[in-house]
């Protein structure tokens, strides 16, 4: 009987994980920072998954708004916070875009 007590819950936690009522998908936006510096993002922690990662820089020459695609140089530190590595082009004066799923 044990084993099928389990293997309900189971079932009930694939489920929910599939319906989406396990996870969120969330957004933030915050501005940038150099390269090795902690953003605050508040709510991400660590467990979570970041679906992208977007640099949002605004092109005033052209007048257009300029996304750089940054998710693979995107990591979450820890509780609040993420950083870009070195390689990062998401500055000081300029906006992060974050999608990531909450566990």
Not at 11 to 19: E, K, P, S, T, V
């Amino acid at each position: 009987m044990a084993d099928a007590v389990q293997t309900g819950s189971l079932q009930r936690d694939n489920r929910a994980r599939i319906l989406g009522s396990g996870f969120q998908i969330k957004v933030a936006y915050a501005d940038g920072a150099a390269a090795d510096t902690d953003i605050t993002i508040t709510g991400i922690k660590p467990g979570d998954s970041i679906i992208s990662a977007l640099h949002l820089n605004s092109n005033a020459t052209a007048g257009k708004m300029l996304l750089h695609d940054l998710t693979t140089e995107c990591r979450i530190k820890a509780a609040d916070t993420i950083q870009f590595t070195d390689t990062s082009t998401a500055g000081a004066n300029e906006q992060v875009l974050i999608f990531y799923i909450s566990w």
